[in-house]
């Protein structure tokens, strides 16, 4: 069974850091990509960054993240990471971790059940 499960959501204040955690299994992690995915508030799905833990290619990012939220895996231990810096209002959402299903590339089969962020003073 495909299981991923986030941690890490909270109440921050702007300039703040948080970092997600998305515990995986039932699949194998090594050999997939994975990526964040956020919802704000009265808006659709807004793809954040993926990282292809088969390829050494870097990550890429939205724009709107750049610079500030570092994809990243832990392979020994089947978790996938964003580090969020500088964090802003605009990003108080909902987080989802997504694997991307391997024989669709940019389609996913498998999504976390989501962390809430706010962002707020």
């Known amino acids: 069974e495909v299981r991923l499960v986030l941690s890490g959501g909270d109440l921050v204040q702007p300039g703040g850091s948080l970092k997600l955690s998305c515990a995986a299994s039932?699949?194998?992690?090594?050999?997939?990509?994975l990526s964040w995915v956020r919802q704000a508030p009265g808006k659709g799905l807004e793809w954040l960054s993926t990282?292809?833990?088969?390829?050494?290619?870097?990550?890429d990012y939205a724009e709107s993240v750049k610079g500030r939220f570092t994809i990243s895996t832990d392979i020994a231990k089947n978790t996938l990471y964003l580090q969020m810096n500088n964090l802003k209002p605009d990003d108080t959402a909902v987080y989802y971790c997504a694997k991307m299903d391997m024989k669709r590339p940019g389609l996913y089969d498998f999504w976390g059940q989501g962390s809430q962020v706010i962002v707020s003073s």
């Open positions: 039932g699949f194998a992690f090594s050999r997939t990509a």
């Open positions: 990282i292809f833990n088969y390829a050494t290619d870097r990550p």
